[in-house]
Each structure stands twice: as structure tokens, then as C-alpha cells.
């Protein structure tokens, strides 16, 4: 088993860790079974915090806060993902929203689909920088992890649309389709309060690749993907319920 031998290396870990436990919901195709970290749904004001998994219908359970009174805001918070159907729902559904996205800790997997529906996207603080990170990846079966690349081209054609001029093929095509396993992606760190060498964007094939047999795109950052739309990062308050807390 690897063991880390720096700080750096450790937060490496933890990135791949949330990877991981993201198999099991990360792109559901079929029905995902009801489980302890389902979808959480909390209104302040204006804004409206989402964190959990996504499940299948979880796009009507959220249409209908956003029915309930005007949204400008929605944070994401600490996602893995979840079903493929239920989030590109959603993410369809929110391009014809004035709204906000907001990334608060990781937005893995089907949450980033969700996060590039935003009119304006932007990092957000809450969690730490380094691990405050949009994961893409392809699609899998929930259970087994068999990766689906069919159905990846849904996913690429949404995120070409919204990335616009900034799309780049390359990279989008390798964290679509150039996965070892379920558990591979591209991290896309957080700009702002990164150093330049926690902000690389990295490819891992699969959660257990060591930090060093990732590949490194260090001229891509957010905002040069068109991931984010300002690189600055929001300063907000999030619910006590939705704050980090070490196991």
C-alpha cells in the first residue's frame, strides 16, 4: 500500500479517497438505492445549499425549492455525484435559470454536470483549498463499477456546450473515456487561495495511482478550461449542518 511521506502526499490521498467511495454512486444509469449521504437540501435567503448524493427524481425534489421561492444562488457542497438521468436533469433544467453555481469542498462526478449549468460559476470557501476540487470522469454501473463510455458522450456534449470557446477536446476526451476504472479523474482545483503547485490540474486513471503517476496539465487551471466563469472565490457562510467535520 502506498504511504505518504509529506502533507502534500496525504491531501493526495484523501482527493482519491472521495474518488473511491464515489464508484459506488458516481454516474448511476439505473436506479441508485437509498443511502446514508443522500441528497440534503437547505435554503438561506436566496441561496439554496445542496450537498449529498444525487438520486434518481432528487431533479424534481429540487425543482420544486426552486418553484417554492426565487433562488439566485446554488452552492454545491461536498458531492460525489450520483445518478446520470437525475443530474443532467437538473443540469438541462438550470441553463434556462439566471442562476449562480457555487463549488464548496469536492463537486465529483455528476455534481460537476450540475455545477456547469450556472449562468456564473466560482469557487467557494468553506472547506479547504486543496480540497475544494471539480472531478470529472465517465459513466459507470453503480454496483459494479463497469464503465459505460457509451453514454459518456451525453456528458461531453453538455460540458462542450457550457465550456464554449475554452472547451478543450484533449482533456475532456481523456477524463471521459481514459479511465483505468470508475474511480479515475481529472481534478480541477480551486485558483485563489492554491499555491500555483496545488492548483495543477491533474489525471488519475484510478483512485490508487500515487500523486507522481498523475498527469499534470499545469497550464490548465478552471479558468482557462472555462470550468469557472471568475477565478476568483466566493467568501460564504455555510450551514452548520453542511461544515466539515473530521470523522
Not at 445549499?49 to 418553484?67: M, P, Q, Y
Not at 500515487?210 to 472565490?233: D, H, I, K, M
Request: hydrophobic share 40%; with cysteine; charged share 20%.
Amino acid at each position: 500500500m502506498f504511504k505518504p511521506s509529506n502533507a502534500r502526499q496525504w491531501l493526495h490521498r484523501l482527493f482519491v479517497c472521495f474518488a473511491w467511495r464515489a464508484m459506488w454512486f458516481s454516474v448511476c444509469v439505473g436506479g441508485c438505492a437509498t443511502h446514508a449521504n443522500a441528497l440534503q437540501i437547505q435554503r438561506i435567503d436566496t441561496d439554496v445549499f445542496v450537498s449529498g448524493d444525487i438520486l434518481a427524481n432528487d431533479d424534481l425534489k429540487l425543482r420544486a425549492e426552486f418553484d417554492a421561492a426565487p433562488v439566485k444562488r446554488l452552492i454545491l457542497v461536498n458531492s460525489r455525484g450520483g445518478h446520470l438521468n437525475a443530474s443532467l436533469n437538473i443540469a438541462r433544467w438550470l441553463t434556462t435559470q439566471p442562476i449562480t453555481t457555487l463549488v464548496v469542498g469536492p463537486c465529483l462526478s455528476a455534481c460537476s454536470l450540475i455545477f456547469m449549468a450556472g449562468k456564473e460559476r466560482m469557487y467557494a470557501t468553506g472547506y479547504e483549498p486543496r480540497l475544494t476540487v471539480i472531478g470529472i470522469h465517465g459513466p459507470s454501473l453503480p454496483l459494479t463499477g463497469q464503465l459505460l463510455p457509451e453514454r459518456a458522450a451525453e456528458m461531453l456534449a453538455f460540458y462542450k456546450e457550457r465550456m464554449g470557446d475554452k472547451y478543450d477536446a484533449r482533456l475532456l476526451h481523456t477524463a471521459l473515456y481514459d479511465m483505468k476504472d470508475a474511480t479515475g479523474f481529472v481534478l480541477v482545483r480551486e485558483i485563489t487561495r492554491n499555491q500555483a503547485k496545488d492548483r495543477i490540474t491533474l489525471h488519475c486513471p484510478t483512485a490508487q495511482t500515487p500523486r507522481w503517476q498523475c498527469t499534470e496539465y499545469p497550464r490548465a487551471n478552471a479558468y482557462s478550461l472555462g470550468l469557472v466563469t471568475a477565478s476568483e472565490t466566493v467568501s460564504l457562510q455555510l450551514p452548520d449542518s453542511m461544515r466539515p467535520r473530521m470523522p
